[in-house]
């Protein structure tokens, strides 16, 4: 499990899913960290709202969480070991009002973490992170419910981004043929527009952490998809919009 992750959602679904990984994290007798005992001290001390090491990072002014709140919430504490459990946990709700320069702040921390250092990122999107960022967090999408449509755009997001560059222009227009089926409705159009996002993003987040650049197609395929939906919530022409992101998803436009 990466150290740093991004936790992605509906605000409610992300928080109540940190919740459990924070739990988890530091529970003493289950190995798998999205399932914790709820038995242990540690649980039940987290249980009390009042636990040790898991810090809730919050902006002290304005509407962001700037450099300030950053060094004396994170970077200054991470100074320090643990208080009385493995890990000192950071959970960072509205991740996204995080400045650029909050997020530069955080770059070595997170890219060289003590080894007691966890951190949760929860945003709406991944959108406002730098790629700096979010090449060094596991980016996780927390779906509320799992249900029927949700697994079917994620098998044609993941398709569109296994294959996609593979494409010529033509194979692309024929794509859109694909995404027809959900054109009546915006909502899941956009849905399955961050679906092809994270599927992207998955991506990059795995080559880093193989220790590789990630692909510039990928990068690319991100700002592609990230632009398109920005049309599309601005009521611009559904298909237009689409297929000139597919086009460009095939690196050949
Ligand atoms: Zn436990």
């Known amino acids: 499990m990466s150290h740093a992750q991004i936790l992605v959602g509906e605000p409610d679904s992300v928080r109540a899913f940190a919740q459990v990984l924070a739990k988890g994290i530091n529970c003493i007798h289950s190995s798998n960290r999205e399932d914790p005992c709820g038995q242990c001290i540690s649980c039940r001390v987290f249980e009390t709202g009042n636990h040790p090491d898991t810090f809730y990072v919050t902006k002290t002014k304005q509407n962001s969480i700037g450099v300030d709140d950053v060094r004396d919430q994170i970077i200054e504490p991470m100074s320090t070991k643990p208080f009385g459990y493995n890990y000192k946990v950071f959970i960072i709700d509205k991740a996204e009002t995080l400045t650029p ?80 089926p959900y054109k009546e409705s915006k909502e899941t159009l956009l849905e399955l527009l961050d679906s092809i996002y994270y599927a992207y993003g998955e991506k990059i987040s795995n080559s880093s952490k193989a220790g590789h650049m990630p692909a510039e197609e990928w990068l690319n395929a991100v700002s592609a998809v990230a632009h398109t939906k920005d049309v599309l919530s601005k009521n611009g022409n559904t298909q237009l919009a689409i297929e000139l992101m597919l086009v460009k998803l095939t690196g050949k436009g």
Do not use: M, W
Not at 162 to 168: E, I, R, V
């Open 101 to 180: 320069a909050a997020q530069s702040a955080l770059l070595k921390t997170i890219e060289e973490p003590a080894p007691y250092g966890f951190f949760l990122f929860l945003a709406p999107s991944a959108h406002n992170f730098l790629p700096t960022i979010l090449s060094r967090c596991y980016l996780r999408k927390v779906y509320g419910k799992v249900n029927k449509k949700n697994t079917e755009l994620q098998v044609l997001a993941r398709e569109i981004a296994d294959t996609a560059h593979n494409l010529d222009i033509i194979d692309a227009f024929a794509l859109y043929r694909k995404f027809e």
